[in-house]
């Protein structure tokens, strides 16, 4: 099983997003005879989309930019599982993650016309065969919980794939995860979820279970507002 981590933070290895990634891989790593390869996006030369739709009708399936992108389409594509990690900014996606997105669409047959509805969102094919590929997002943020401010994220990526084809690992509260005297936590933490990579080597999926318990809040919301209104009010101006 090749395993692609692809790292859409510019803080690279600090990144609090590559921490959890990192130790889904290793659970993944345990359970299983599987090769992982990272890349760092914010090394790459990545230029933005132009809307150009030269990738559906002068070189089909071929992006006309020639670029770092290249060599990530390629390998997604001899990928067997494809984690996308980045932080979640102003409530979206990370600027660089967003931008090797929109250079994905040559893996998309062209818009006919198809109206998306509420049981059917993906209004346009793949145009390889990903059905025996396994997608996973790994996202950290500073907010108390997951469940609201990920809505526009997973709205995106059920466009893009359609409900259920793909896993979320969405982990609430990084920054204070972070402090030296959350380490305990951290540490409990990243051993549920390199459980939950475990998990997903097995089973190509997680758990209802699972799922909750590595999106879940790890200290109680207030102790989390407390501390961020402590952090902001002794912050230097």
């Given at each position: 099983m090749k395993t692609l981590i692809i790292n859409g933070s510019l803080k690279g290895d600090a990144s609090h997003s590559?921490?959890?990634?990192?130790?889904?891989?290793?659970?993944?790593?345990?359970?299983?005879?599987?090769?992982?390869?990272?890349?760092?996006?914010?090394?790459?030369?990545?230029?933005?989309?132009?809307?150009?739709?030269?990738?559906?009708?002068?070189?089909?399936?071929?992006c006309v930019i020639k670029d770092d992108m290249d060599t990530v389409r390629r390998k997604m594509l001899e990928s067997d599982v494809i984690i996308l990690s980045f932080p979640l900014y102003f409530f979206g996606i990370s600027s660089k993650m967003k931008t090797m997105l929109d250079r994905l669409l040559p893996f998309k047959m062209p818009y006919k016309g198809r109206l998306a509805t509420k049981d059917d969102p993906v209004i346009?094919?793949?145009?390889?065969?990903?059905?025996?590929?396994?997608?996973?997002?790994?996202?950290?943020?500073?907010?108390?919980?997951?469940?609201?401010?990920?809505?526009?994220?997973?709205?995106?990526?059920?466009?893009?794939?359609?409900?259920?084809?793909?896993?979320?690992?969405?982990c609430p509260q990084g920054e204070i995860l972070m402090l030296d005297k959350m380490q305990p936590i951290l540490n409990n933490y990243l051993g549920k979820v390199r459980a939950a990579g475990a998990e997903f080597a097995r089973c190509g999926s997680l758990d209802e279970k699972t799922r909750a318990a590595v999106c879940a809040p790890l200290i109680p919301v207030r102790a989390v507002e407390k501390m961020m209104t402590g952090y902001w009010e002794d912050y230097p101006q």
């Open positions: 590559m921490m959890v990634a990192r130790s889904f891989a290793d659970g993944l790593r345990e359970a299983s005879d599987c090769g992982i390869e990272e890349l760092e996006l914010g090394k790459l030369e990545i230029n933005h989309c132009t809307g150009c739709f030269g990738c559906w009708k002068v070189t089909p399936g071929q346009m094919d793949f145009r390889y065969d990903f059905g025996g590929k396994k997608l996973v997002l790994v996202s950290s943020c500073a907010h108390a919980s997951t469940d609201i401010v990920y809505e526009a994220v997973t709205k995106e990526f059920d466009l893009i794939c359609g409900p259920g084809n793909y896993t979320a690992v969405f």
